[in-house]
């Protein structure tokens, strides 16, 4: 009696042909059907169905998590209403219009992020990036608030069109393998050296003359008056990473809660008096209200419940004349180089995070240049209404470590930025000393990945290093991308006369990187040759 065929006994390159009415997807054949299906011109919008909306099913989430885990997302990031409020206000005099111009571009942006490319990734105005449009762009090249921003539109404008015709994912595939790894634990270094300082975080690290920074001692409350924030961000971090260890769903939510009512409760109790006293080492208890108030001593406490919000000085004052100055492209191709490497360093690192990349490292076809053309639009749309470069945010971590899955967790966000909007007096005082522990926490998370490293080759951990060292160090994440790349650069070519030497490829590097495999060396090949000659003939079927 013959045995029924089984699965494992069918031949392993045996195609199983397609279902009726339904069609085998066609592999590019031609040279141009390569080049559009690397760079993933073509849109992706099956999460758009009434029968998985948003893919909640395939990707194992649900309603509840995703609008717990955007919640989470926007309190890490709430810190940016008031700080790039403050930040550009030195330069363009209309505070209130910036904050709701921040509210509103993160917004729009993180809307269109979770429509167009089903990733929970949060965006608003960036950090760093700001600081170049006030410091470098408006005080030291000396151009008009209003032109600069005129050349963040036109860098939103070209960054655009590049996320539309694929360059930015070419980019992102271009990388040197170890250069990829290293961007997201680099960038986890990044978010935890952000969340150890004082005026985002926990204040445990201060600056130093001689070292740089060194740990904000003494730890007592008697030496020391900025102990007690310290104290009480460990009491969160402690509580936080427990809860995480035990499953706890929404943890870090629970904790940035914690830490924002223990802090609020004490200043409306002390008031001027408050242990947890900003800015950090401007306060002590030895000074009186009116010294207090002279050093700008305050504690995060809300004063108003809501309060009417409109824009009417920073919108649509774009000057077009300033296209004529050389100095304003140059401010437009670097807000440009920037906000790509930025965004792109993020997105990698946050979506291997998610666990959205493949074995190869590349994120999904279709959907990545959707989330690329989300931030160039929010960059236009936010200059339009007054702010700096908006960009998509390595907080955005901490909605995946808390289960964010889908466009939904990047919705959620921008619904609560739009409710910052009227509300931003109670939710734009959400303390650091609750904030920065979350982001140590996610640093931590994010060097998941690095003992994927190929530590024991040097060509391919150097660069590596060097990326994750430069994006803390520098405070700039595309710094760190640009370090480790044109390390890995230079020794391939520094490389090549010995590869020639040894009649090795000297490309051979190089090939791989682009995705070309290398041809077997000749010697390879006569030696296949001899074997297969030497080989016994095959028997008769």
């Given at each position: 009696?013959?045995?029924?065929p089984t699965a494992t006994m069918e031949p392993m390159?045996?195609?199983?042909?397609?279902?009726?009415?339904?069609?085998?997807?066609?592999?590019?054949?031609?040279?141009?059907?390569?080049?559009?299906?690397?760079?993933?011109?073509?849109?992706?919008?099956?999460?758009?169905?009434?029968?998985?909306?948003?893919?909640?099913?395939?990707?194992?989430?649900?309603w509840y998590t995703e609008l717990r885990a955007g919640?989470?997302?926007?309190?890490?990031?709430?810190?940016?209403?008031?700080?790039?409020?403050?930040?550009?206000?030195?330069?363009?005099?209309?505070?209130?219009?910036?904050?709701?111009?921040?509210?509103?571009?993160?917004?729009?942006?993180?809307?269109?992020?979770?429509?167009?490319?089903?990733?929970?990734?949060?965006?608003?105005?960036?950090?760093?990036?700001?600081?170049?449009?006030?410091?470098?762009?408006?005080?030291?090249?000396?151009?008009?608030?209003?032109?600069?921003?005129?050349?963040?539109?036109?860098?939103?404008?070209?960054?655009?069109?590049?996320?539309?015709?694929?360059?930015?994912?070419?980019?992102?595939?271009?990388?040197?393998?170890?250069?990829?790894?290293?961007?997201?634990?680099?960038?986890?270094?990044?978010?935890?050296?952000?969340?150890?300082?004082?005026?985002?975080?926990?204040?445990?690290?201060?600056?130093?003359?001689?070292?740089?920074?060194?740990?904000?001692?003494?730890?007592?409350?008697?030496?020391?008056?900025?102990?007690s924030k310290m104290w009480l961000s460990v009491v969160?971090?402690?509580?936080?990473?427990?809860?995480?260890?035990?499953?706890?769903?929404?943890?870090?939510?629970?904790?940035?809660?914690?830490?924002?009512?223990?802090?609020?409760?004490?200043?409306?109790?002390?008031?001027?008096?408050?242990?947890?006293?900003?800015?950090?080492?401007?306060?002590?208890?030895?000074?009186?209200?009116?010294?207090?108030?002279?050093?700008?001593?305050?504690?995060?406490?809300?004063?108003?419940?809501?309060?009417?919000?409109?824009?009417?000085?920073?919108?649509?004052?774009?000057?077009?004349?300033?296209?004529?100055?050389?100095?304003?492209?140059?401010?437009?191709?670097?807000?440009?180089?920037?906000?790509?490497?930025?965004?792109?360093?993020?997105?990698?690192?946050?979506?291997?995070?998610?666990?959205?990349?493949?074995?190869?490292?590349?994120?999904?076809?279709?959907?990545?240049?959707?989330?690329?053309?989300?931030?160039?639009?929010?960059?236009?749309?936010?200059?339009?209404?007054?702010?700096?470069?908006?960009?998509?945010?390595?907080?955005?971590?901490?909605?995946?470590?808390?289960?964010?899955?889908?466009?939904?967790?990047?919705?959620?966000?921008?619904?609560?930025?739009?409710?910052?909007?009227?509300?931003?007096?109670?939710?734009?005082?959400?303390?650091?000393?609750?904030?920065?522990?979350?982001?140590?926490?996610?640093?931590?998370?994010?060097?998941?990945?690095?003992?994927?490293?190929?530590?024991?080759?040097?060509?391919?951990?150097?660069?590596?290093?060097?990326?994750?060292?430069?994006?803390?160090?520098?405070?700039?994440?595309?710094?760190?991308?640009?370090?480790?790349?044109?390390?890995?650069?230079?020794?391939?070519?520094?490389?090549?006369?010995?590869?020639?030497?040894?009649?090795?490829?000297?490309?051979?590097?190089?090939?791989?990187?682009?995705?070309?495999?290398?041809?077997?060396?000749?010697?390879?090949?006569?030696?296949?040759?001899?074997?297969?000659?030497?080989?016994?003939?095959?028997?008769?079927?």
């Open positions: 009696m013959a045995a029924e390159d045996v195609e199983t042909p397609a279902p009726k009415g339904k069609e085998e997807p066609k592999e590019p054949e031609t040279v141009m059907e390569k080049i559009v299906d690397n760079l993933g011109v073509m849109p992706d919008f099956t999460h758009l169905s009434l029968s998985d909306p948003f893919h909640l099913k395939k990707r194992e989430s649900n919640t989470v997302t926007f309190l890490t990031m709430a810190y940016i209403l008031p700080v790039n409020a403050n930040l550009l206000g030195i330069v363009i005099p209309y505070k209130d219009d910036i904050l709701v111009a921040t509210a509103a571009a993160a917004c729009i942006g993180c809307l269109l992020m979770g429509i167009l490319s089903n990733f929970p990734f949060g965006l608003a105005p960036g950090m760093g990036v700001n600081a170049y449009f006030t410091f470098t762009i408006v005080l030291q090249y000396g151009i008009p608030w209003q032109d600069a921003l005129t050349a963040v539109f036109f860098s939103g404008l070209f960054f655009l069109i590049l996320s539309l015709v694929g360059l930015r994912t070419f980019i992102v595939k271009i990388l040197p393998r170890g250069v990829q790894i290293a961007v997201g634990s680099g960038i986890g270094l990044f978010l935890c050296f952000i969340g150890l300082q004082g005026s985002q975080g926990m204040a445990l690290v201060v600056a130093n003359p001689a070292t740089l920074v060194q740990l904000n001692t003494p730890l007592t409350v008697e030496g020391n008056y900025d102990a969160v971090l402690i509580l936080t990473a427990t809860m995480l260890a035990l499953k706890v769903p929404g943890a870090p939510l629970v904790g940035i809660v914690f830490g924002t009512l223990v802090a609020w409760s004490e200043c409306w109790a002390r008031k001027d008096d408050s242990a947890f006293n900003y800015p950090i080492g401007a306060c002590n208890p030895m000074q009186n209200a009116t010294e207090l108030a002279d050093a700008g001593c305050f504690c995060y406490a809300p004063d108003k419940f809501a309060e009417t919000a409109n824009i009417k000085n920073t919108a649509n004052v774009f000057n077009w004349g300033a296209v004529k100055d050389p100095g304003f492209w140059v401010s437009v191709f670097t807000l440009l180089y920037t906000d790509i490497l930025d965004s792109t360093g993020t997105f990698y690192a946050v979506a291997k995070r998610a666990g959205f990349t493949d074995s190869k490292g590349n994120l999904p076809k279709g959907n990545a240049n959707m989330a690329f053309a989300a931030d160039a639009i929010a960059t236009i749309i936010g200059s339009c209404l007054g702010t700096s470069t908006v960009t998509t945010y390595a907080e955005s971590a901490s909605g995946v470590v808390d289960g964010g899955r889908t466009g939904l967790t990047a919705i959620t966000v921008g619904l609560w930025f739009a409710i910052a909007i009227p509300f931003a007096p109670l939710l734009s005082e959400i303390p650091p000393l609750a904030s920065g522990p979350i982001l140590c926490i996610v640093g931590a998370l994010m060097q998941k990945h690095i003992n994927e490293i190929e530590w024991g080759d040097v060509e391919e951990a150097l660069p590596a290093f060097a990326t994750l060292v430069l994006i803390p160090y520098t405070y700039n994440i595309a710094y760190g991308i640009i370090g480790g790349t044109f390390f890995w650069i230079i020794m391939q070519i520094l490389l090549m006369p010995v590869r020639l030497i040894k009649k090795e490829d000297p490309f051979i590097k190089f090939k791989i990187l682009f995705g070309i495999e290398p041809k077997a060396e000749p010697a390879v090949l006569k030696e296949t040759a001899e074997v297969e000659e030497s080989a016994p003939p095959p028997a008769d079927s």
